[in-house]
């Protein structure tokens, strides 16, 4: 068989290939339609630049399962989600992780750290695999979802103290914190598990059904796995979740007291290490200092 | 999540009806040998690899394929990880405590097809059933028509949180089934990432995966110099085939640095240990690199390194001597060694796979002789070099463009009447996937790919033809042309 004839050959099967793409429903093609709230956006960590046309590529490639194609969480995959978590709507502008305040956006650096750390025991993966360049790109893309970004400027990010020391007598005032003054425990529970009597009745700011965190399973938290990351859960809060910010409440010292308290309730707490898994700190690491 | 499965198993019958001719030559002349070599026939008799694919971790996930692969079965770096992760995304819901009872993580995946092939320079029988006045005449065969891959039957994930596991029962196109791989992995060992350990059958930790290529045709659809063994050649390995041992490996956060070291049981991978002794290894090395206009490039260096037996001990207590499985002796040395890459351009978009292989046998080996005879006169170590250069361009995740061009050259031939390119082989492909949707409950792919190979001497790698070429000098021309739907569920 000559050459040119098998090259002839070949072009049944474009012809082929034509058809079914006039057939195919629109709406199979799932990566051909999404919609942005506002142009063309940039996204500035450290040294990076990202760029939302090149985050489109990404996020059409990783993120529209769940997000959807407008960033609202309407995703395929949203409604078969472990527990229930809903996908972050992108379009309302408000994030769990944060450095700002409560209510105000986050910085560029908050949304590229939260890609590449993940969400645990979320549906949420850690997307460090990509490159840093392709989860800043992405970072700029999900700003063009919501005219927030357009609109405001994130607030500054709150001060992180030095540590105090992880005493017993920290513990035991954090533990006071927890149990007494704050009453965490409504949520999260007496020893922690999520299982508190107010639980059942937690919602997000969507209206659906959201767990409080089990401080007794998982080795990191939602939002780092450092004591400084489980620190600034306390101070900023989750936006979008009724766990609100303690900044106006509670003294440094006494943030530093609840983290401590907290770490007591991990199964494998030691006093004076931190319980993160290998993983979690070099992750953390990488996500939130190589880049400043 | 998906691996791959090629296209061999389709003509299985023609590749295995080649091999039976190579055993016929100088093995007819020492006893030993043609024992040993009639004891091993079966094993070659066996299927070759399949294609694997599964979105079973994509509906665990809910992740779309895309997010795992580069465009499946293909994976890019984060479907790397996962899998170096031991099939878990570390967000302490990997255990499958965590999981809806009801899920089962299985997938299955087939191609119906239509393709052609066609083979010239065969030997044909001038009258059909030969006798008489029959001559063999040097003709073109070609045949075409609809036809169906093999199944493959994938189930793997989390046993437990850090063990994981993969049963792959595999069938060719006629359904019989075979083990492509079946395993159990203990992952990060001491809480470190460093340290995994596999053990059952699995696919060797190549940095361009066969399994996974993007490639169906007969000619296409396997790395030539992941098979080629030169002609007259014991040594059944090959470094596409799927082995049975116990691997060593370990990976970065990001998997960017990666190692693996294996220690395989000499028997092409086939199980009831048909026929060695003896183990073989395995080294691997990769590095990635992040070069942000580019995307990540990665470079890696393997190095096989094993034994094949020569002599078959043999028994007759029967009246006839019969081989003992399993008790070969007179083992000689083998290895293939070379370095691979996986590099990116235009942002990742334009993907290129370079691949150089340096192959040697032992003389006993390349010529089929016994190690308790002498080697003919003239014999030499047979010694070649191999590689080729892959490109995918990827339109967007559900269009790819794809074209390989694959080389093998011999340095050094067993015997010196064997003509300098005895073996040679030159081989094309070029094609294009079309994903037309991509969610992550299953997974459809339109695939075209025209390819062709040259041989020289030899029937074609892929089993087409008639399974010997007309003349030893001259060069076979194979092609294919494939038109098909890849789907998996």
Redesign the interface.
Same mark, same amino acid.
């Given at each position: 068989?000559k $050459?040119g004839v =098998?090259?002839v050959?070949?072009l049944?099967?474009?012809a082929?290939?034509s058809l079914? @793409?006039g057939a195919?429903p629109c709406s199979?093609?799932?990566?051909i339609h999404v919609h942005t709230a506002t142009g063309p956006a940039e996204s500035h960590i450290g040294n990076?630049t990202g760029h939302s046309e @090149?985050g489109k590529?990404l996020y059409?490639?990783?993120c529209?399962?769940?997000h959807g194609p407008n960033g609202d969480g309407k995703g395929?995959?949203?409604p078969?989600? @472990?527990d229930g978590i809903q996908p972050r709507d992108f379009t309302v502008g408000l994030f769990k992780c944060r450095s700002t305040v409560s209510g105000s956006l986050p910085l560029d650096s908050d949304l590229f750290d939260t890609v590449g750390r993940? $969400?645990?025991?979320?549906?949420?993966? =850690?997307?460090?695999?990509?490159?840093?360049?392709?989860r800043a790109d992405l970072v700029a893309f999900i700003k063009t979802f919501s005219p927030r970004f357009e609109e405001e400027k994130p607030e500054k990010p709150i001060p992180n103290p030095a540590e105090s020391a992880d005493t017993p007598e920290s513990q035991k005032r954090g533990e006071e914190l927890y149990q007494k003054t704050l009453k965490c425990f409504e949520c999260h529970g007496k020893s922690g598990r999520g299982d508190g009597p107010s639980a059942p009745t937690l919602r997000d700011n969507k209206g659906n059904p959201i767990p409080p965190y089990d401080f007794t399973?998982? =080795?990191?938290f939602k939002c780092g796995a450092t004591n400084a990351d489980l620190y600034r859960i306390f101070m900023t809060g989750l936006d979008g979740t009724p766990m609100p910010a303690w900044s106006d409440w509670v003294s440094p010292d006494q943030g530093w007291d609840l983290v401590h308290y907290l770490r007591t309730l991990q199964v494998n707490y030691k006093t004076g290490k931190s319980k993160t @898994?290998?993983?979690s700190r070099?992750?953390s690491k990488?996500n939130t200092a190589k880049l400043k | 999540m998906f691996l791959r499965t090629s296209f061999l198993r389709l003509f299985a019958g023609a590749r295995h009806a080649t091999r039976s001719s190579r055993w016929s030559t100088l093995a007819k002349a020492i006893a030993g040998a043609a024992v040993f070599f009639g004891a091993m026939q079966p094993l070659y008799a066996l299927p070759v690899q399949k294609v694997l694919a599964i979105p079973a971790f994509a509906r665990k996930y809910g992740l779309p394929c895309s997010a795992c692969h580069t465009a499946w079965p293909e994976l890019n770096n984060f479907g790397q990880v996962f899998r170096d992760n031991g099939y878990q995304l570390m967000n302490d819901r990997d255990s499958p405590i965590y999981q809806n009872p009801t899920y089962f993580p299985i997938t299955f995946r087939i191609t119906p097809n239509w393709h052609l092939e066609s083979t010239t320079h065969q030997p044909v029988d001038s009258i059909p059933g030969g006798g008489g006045a029959s001559i063999s005449q040097d003709k073109t065969v070609t045949t075409h028509g609809f036809d169906l891959s093999g199944l493959d039957i994938w189930t793997a994930g989390t046993l437990f949180k850090n063990v994981s596991f993969s049963v792959l029962p595999s069938a060719n196109s006629a359904g019989a089934f075979h083990f492509e791989n079946a395993y159990v992995r203990f992952d990060n060992l001491g809480g470190s990432r460093w340290l995994n350990l596999k053990f059952g059958k699995f696919e060797l930790d190549n940095l361009i995966s066969e399994k996974r290529f993007l490639f169906l045709s007969a000619n296409g659809g396997l790395y030539q110099t992941y098979h080629f063994v030169p002609l007259g050649d014991s040594t059944g390995f090959g470094v596409g085939d799927n082995q049975i041992g116990v691997e060593l490996m370990g990976h970065s956060a990001k998997s960017y640095t990666r190692y693996s070291v294996a220690l395989l049981s000499s028997n092409e991978g086939q199980v009831g240990l048909p026929s060695s002794r003896t183990y073989d290894s395995y080294l691997t090395f990769s590095q990635a690199f992040q070069v942000s206009s580019l995307g990540l490039q990665r470079f890696g260096a393997f190095a096989y390194i094993g034994e094949r037996p020569t002599v078959t001990q043999t028994s007759s207590a029967s009246g006839t001597p019969a081989p003992i499985a399993g008790a070969a002796t007179g083992n000689k040395p083998f290895y293939r060694v070379g370095f691979a890459g996986d590099l990116y351009a235009l942002r990742g978009k334009w993907e290129f796979l370079p691949y150089y292989v340096h192959g040697y046998d032992n003389a006993f080996l390349g010529t089929k002789t016994a190690a308790n005879m002498t080697l003919p006169p003239g014999t030499h170590a047979p010694v070649w070099n191999g590689g080729f250069l892959e490109s995918h361009y990827y339109v967007s995740p559900q269009f790819v463009l794809t074209g390989r061009y694959e080389i093998i050259r011999m340095a050094q031939q067993a015997l010196d009447t064997n003509p300098g390119n005895l073996g040679d082989i030159d081989a094309y492909s070029f094609g294009y996937r079309w994903y037309p949707f991509m969610y992550s409950r299953a997974g459809l792919a339109f695939h075209n790919e025209y390819s062709m190979a040259r041989s020289r001497g030899t029937a074609p790698l892929s089993g087409d033809g008639v399974g010997a070429a007309f003349s030893p000098s001259s060069g076979v021309w194979s092609r294919s042309l494939l038109i098909g739907f890849d789907f998996d569920f």
């Amino acid at each position: 068989m000559k $050459l040119g004839v =098998s090259v002839v050959a070949f072009l049944p099967g474009l012809a082929c290939l034509s058809l079914m @793409a006039g057939a195919a429903p629109c709406s199979a093609q799932i990566n051909i339609h999404v919609h942005t709230a506002t142009g063309p956006a940039e996204s500035h960590i450290g040294n990076l630049t990202g760029h939302s046309e @090149a985050g489109k590529q990404l996020y059409r490639r990783f993120c529209i399962g769940c997000h959807g194609p407008n960033g609202d969480g309407k995703g395929e995959n949203a409604p078969y989600l @472990a527990d229930g978590i809903q996908p972050r709507d992108f379009t309302v502008g408000l994030f769990k992780c944060r450095s700002t305040v409560s209510g105000s956006l986050p910085l560029d650096s908050d949304l590229f750290d939260t890609v590449g750390r993940g $969400l645990v025991t979320t549906g949420m993966p =850690s997307w460090g695999p990509l490159t840093d360049q392709d989860r800043a790109d992405l970072v700029a893309f999900i700003k063009t979802f919501s005219p927030r970004f357009e609109e405001e400027k994130p607030e500054k990010p709150i001060p992180n103290p030095a540590e105090s020391a992880d005493t017993p007598e920290s513990q035991k005032r954090g533990e006071e914190l927890y149990q007494k003054t704050l009453k965490c425990f409504e949520c999260h529970g007496k020893s922690g598990r999520g299982d508190g009597p107010s639980a059942p009745t937690l919602r997000d700011n969507k209206g659906n059904p959201i767990p409080p965190y089990d401080f007794t399973t998982g =080795s990191r938290f939602k939002c780092g796995a450092t004591n400084a990351d489980l620190y600034r859960i306390f101070m900023t809060g989750l936006d979008g979740t009724p766990m609100p910010a303690w900044s106006d409440w509670v003294s440094p010292d006494q943030g530093w007291d609840l983290v401590h308290y907290l770490r007591t309730l991990q199964v494998n707490y030691k006093t004076g290490k931190s319980k993160t @898994a290998p993983q979690s700190r070099e992750k953390s690491k990488e996500n939130t200092a190589k880049l400043k | 999540m998906f691996l791959r499965t090629s296209f061999l198993r389709l003509f299985a019958g023609a590749r295995h009806a080649t091999r039976s001719s190579r055993w016929s030559t100088l093995a007819k002349a020492i006893a030993g040998a043609a024992v040993f070599f009639g004891a091993m026939q079966p094993l070659y008799a066996l299927p070759v690899q399949k294609v694997l694919a599964i979105p079973a971790f994509a509906r665990k996930y809910g992740l779309p394929c895309s997010a795992c692969h580069t465009a499946w079965p293909e994976l890019n770096n984060f479907g790397q990880v996962f899998r170096d992760n031991g099939y878990q995304l570390m967000n302490d819901r990997d255990s499958p405590i965590y999981q809806n009872p009801t899920y089962f993580p299985i997938t299955f995946r087939i191609t119906p097809n239509w393709h052609l092939e066609s083979t010239t320079h065969q030997p044909v029988d001038s009258i059909p059933g030969g006798g008489g006045a029959s001559i063999s005449q040097d003709k073109t065969v070609t045949t075409h028509g609809f036809d169906l891959s093999g199944l493959d039957i994938w189930t793997a994930g989390t046993l437990f949180k850090n063990v994981s596991f993969s049963v792959l029962p595999s069938a060719n196109s006629a359904g019989a089934f075979h083990f492509e791989n079946a395993y159990v992995r203990f992952d990060n060992l001491g809480g470190s990432r460093w340290l995994n350990l596999k053990f059952g059958k699995f696919e060797l930790d190549n940095l361009i995966s066969e399994k996974r290529f993007l490639f169906l045709s007969a000619n296409g659809g396997l790395y030539q110099t992941y098979h080629f063994v030169p002609l007259g050649d014991s040594t059944g390995f090959g470094v596409g085939d799927n082995q049975i041992g116990v691997e060593l490996m370990g990976h970065s956060a990001k998997s960017y640095t990666r190692y693996s070291v294996a220690l395989l049981s000499s028997n092409e991978g086939q199980v009831g240990l048909p026929s060695s002794r003896t183990y073989d290894s395995y080294l691997t090395f990769s590095q990635a690199f992040q070069v942000s206009s580019l995307g990540l490039q990665r470079f890696g260096a393997f190095a096989y390194i094993g034994e094949r037996p020569t002599v078959t001990q043999t028994s007759s207590a029967s009246g006839t001597p019969a081989p003992i499985a399993g008790a070969a002796t007179g083992n000689k040395p083998f290895y293939r060694v070379g370095f691979a890459g996986d590099l990116y351009a235009l942002r990742g978009k334009w993907e290129f796979l370079p691949y150089y292989v340096h192959g040697y046998d032992n003389a006993f080996l390349g010529t089929k002789t016994a190690a308790n005879m002498t080697l003919p006169p003239g014999t030499h170590a047979p010694v070649w070099n191999g590689g080729f250069l892959e490109s995918h361009y990827y339109v967007s995740p559900q269009f790819v463009l794809t074209g390989r061009y694959e080389i093998i050259r011999m340095a050094q031939q067993a015997l010196d009447t064997n003509p300098g390119n005895l073996g040679d082989i030159d081989a094309y492909s070029f094609g294009y996937r079309w994903y037309p949707f991509m969610y992550s409950r299953a997974g459809l792919a339109f695939h075209n790919e025209y390819s062709m190979a040259r041989s020289r001497g030899t029937a074609p790698l892929s089993g087409d033809g008639v399974g010997a070429a007309f003349s030893p000098s001259s060069g076979v021309w194979s092609r294919s042309l494939l038109i098909g739907f890849d789907f998996d569920f």
